[in-house]
């Protein structure tokens, strides 16, 4: 795993221990063939950082934060642009922005509180491996 931040490149900070966090991060993997997304657990040192970083809390966020340079998305933002770097079909997803950001939330608040009830949750985060690996930072 990497310890440096890139520059510019977009980073995905999520719920190391949720399933469905590591399942959309999973997800997020193999449509990215360039690699230009890169991931980090909110429970991570770099995912604390970046939390305080963009005056977000950093001990009980529950939602996917994609941050973006000084630019930081949360919930329902996060997911829409996250689909816009995706590209192709995905990138219809990103269409969502133009719904109002208190429907659009509701529906991620609601999904988010249930999160470990439906999907589960880990005792441990995520260790990538093979080339996945140097995509998430420490």
Known sequence: ??????????????????????????FIVPRDPAGKIHFASLQSDVGQELLAAHDLPTDALESIVLVEGDDCYVKSAAVARIAAHLGGVYALLSALRYLPRPIRDRAYDFVAARRYRWFGRKEQCLMPTGDVRTRFLE
């Open 1 to 26: 795993m990497s310890s440096e931040v890139p520059d510019e490149s977009p980073i995905v900070l999520f719920d190391g221990v949720c399933n469905l966090c590591n399942g959309f991060v999973q």
